[in-house]
């Protein structure tokens, strides 16, 4: 987009555009895209002078920036943005200057800085009592929520997000905050109230193509009705919006995010089984590996009292053969091609052992595709 670089007029229409477009990126989960949409339009806007238009591009980006895990990069933004204020005349105790600070706090909290987060906004105490209205006071009341959950006080978190959902109801935008309030409520066992959130929230992401909260709102569902489904679905979504970067470090910060993190073990307290890191199906033999070619996968090493029949019925090499068959099937299905190493190392055996497990499974007809080999 370059129509405008010499006309004013619709050079401003242009970073509009590239706003609205980038935050309609981040809403259907786009991060790295939307965060390069952004960052043309905080550049275009800087270039331009004007303090509206940057301080929208650079909310935009700050905020998606915490949100896939790129902290100091949204830091670096707000920061930017901070100076630019000032030096274009803007008042630091004006309304869109007290915004800037409470969305730095928010930033604070989300990259585990809560001391800087506390001292933010306590600093921004009596403003956020008195102003009632509008984004600038969900965006500090939606902080001063977050950082009390980050406190592990879920009962102080309560008030400031209820009244940030107060306002959402009425001005629309982001439903962070009304999710935020079930969570906060459901941990401090007021389940109703959580509930109650929790339904307002899921009717208004029914309406339009907002994905992004979407593995927020299942893992609340399942800490709410304790459905495997819907904490298996939360995870799920974490593994789309991660393969949907294309930067490998980018995808491994959006992963290791406080929520994803949570999420993740949550699951694993609930799957039996052990992680590996195992080559992709697919990387590319004959060459060192990079991060971007392993992944994490799932190996349900001992299933319990079912191997135990096995072993019963059948005796210990014939478990072992069952265990390898398994091992392969997971891996196959997390989108991994192990070595014979790699399952050697899984089983407790040498890698002789599992060539010959290999042979005897093929004997019967069925196929053992590792890294080099298909069948």
Request: glycine residues 8%; hydrophobic residues 45%.
């Amino acid at each position: 987009m370059t129509l405008g670089a010499n006309r004013p007029a619709l050079r401003l229409n242009e970073i509009e555009v590239l706003t609205t477009l980038g935050l309609v990126q981040a809403d259907g989960a786009q991060w790295e895209v939307a965060w390069n949409t952004l960052s043309q339009a905080r550049q275009a806007a800087a270039e331009l002078g004007d303090k509206r238009l940057l301080g929208e591009a650079v909310f935009g980006l700050a905020s998606i920036g915490a949100r896939m895990g790129q902290h100091a990069r949204a830091r670096e933004a707000a920061d930017f943005y901070l100076v630019e204020y000032a030096r274009l005349g803007g008042d630091p105790d004006a309304t869109y200057g007290r915004w800037i600070r409470a969305l730095s706090g928010n930033l604070y909290v989300l990259a585990g800085d809560l001391a800087n987060a506390a001292r933010t906004f306590a600093e921004l105490q009596d403003w956020i009592a008195t102003e009632t209205t509008g984004r600038p006071s969900v965006t500090a009341l939606d902080g001063v929520g977050r950082l009390a959950l980050a406190q592990n006080d879920p009962r102080r978190a309560i008030a400031p997000l209820a009244r940030a959902a107060s306002i959402w109801e009425k001005i629309g935008g982001d439903v962070a905050p009304v999710l935020l309030h079930a969570l906060a409520a459901h941990r401090a066992g007021e389940t109703n109230a959580a509930r109650a959130s929790l339904a307002i929230a899921e009717t208004a992401l029914q309406t339009g193509d907002v994905t992004q909260h979407n593995a927020l709102l299942y893992y609340l569902r399942f800490q709410l009705f304790g459905s495997l489904s819907d904490l298996q679905t939360a995870r799920d979504e974490i593994e789309r919006q991660a393969a949907r970067f294309t930067n490998p470090q980018w995808r491994s910060d959006f992963e290791n995010l406080a929520l994803h993190r949570e999420i993740e073990q949550c699951w694993q307290s609930h799957h039996p089984g052990r992680i590996f890191r195992l080559p992709r199906a697919g990387a590319p033999l004959g060459k060192t590996l990079s991060a971007a070619d392993y992944v994490q996968v799932r190996w349900t090493v001992d299933a319990g009292q079912s191997d135990a029949d096995v072993l019963r019925r059948t005796g210990k090499a014939a478990l072992r053969q069952f265990r390898l068959r398994r091992l392969l099937d997971e891996a196959h299905a997390q989108g991994a091609a192990p070595t014979d190493a790699d399952l050697a190392r899984a089983l407790g055996v040498n890698r002789r052992t599992i060539l010959r497990d290999m042979a005897a499974l093929r004997a019967t007809g069925q196929a053992t595709p590792t890294r080099r080999r298909k069948q």
